[in-house]
């Protein structure tokens, strides 16, 4: 089955950028998500990608999709202390409409 | 209104003991509905997903079931909760992007 992998934690400083990275191994994916999880609470869309782009930028988030590679990043720049959170990288499964989904990062932001 | 309620937030339930949580959704009919698992520290397990009502798929073998009783209602259920059933678990509904997700229920089970 698809399996998502992300590196587990993230420290950066504020007002740096933050670099999260994401592979995946179906190669069918249409729709790759990123979502951030605040603490205790449930998971919140932060943007999205379609498979036929290379890149998306909305605002501080940057999605970079490299589809040979099956590798999905997402960027904040300038990475406040409000962004600290965890960060789910997903792909959807076009056959069936499930979302498969890594296991977050953590990310960090110091003072 | 695409909105989710799931309750409770919070429950402490002892091993043996059985479970019942459910999921209500606000907007169009028939949407797909998903329950996850999240264990501490981890990321998010699908664990049973439905195209309409009474329809349940089981993503993997486990002490858990589901029902749709009703188009807009999921619930998650369990005879006998084990330890190991711990965990915070989100219910969603496919979006026109992605999912929406309700705020989860943190189950602790002792």
Known sequence: ?111 | SQTIHQWPATLVQPVGSPLSLECTVEGTSNPNLYWYRQAAGRGLQLLFYSVGIGQISSEVPQNLSASRPQDRQFILSSKKLLLSDSGFYLCARRADYGYTFGSGTRLTVV
């Open chain 1, 1 to 111: 089955g698809e399996d998502v992998e992300q590196s587990l934690f993230l420290s950066v400083r504020e007002g740096d950028s933050s670099v999260i990275n994401c592979t995946y191994t179906d190669s069918s994916s249409t729709y790759l998500y990123w979502y951030k999880q605040e603490p205790g609470a449930g998971l919140q869309l932060l943007t999205y990608i379609f498979s036929n782009m290379d890149m998306k930028q909305d605002q501080r988030l940057t999605v970079l999709l490299n589809k040979k590679d099956k590798h999905l990043s997402l960027r904040i720049a300038d990475t406040q202390t409000g962004d600290s959170a965890i960060y789910f990288c997903a792909v959807r499964m076009d056959s069936s409409y499930k979302l498969i989904f890594g296991s977050g990062t953590r990310l960090l932001v110091r003072p």
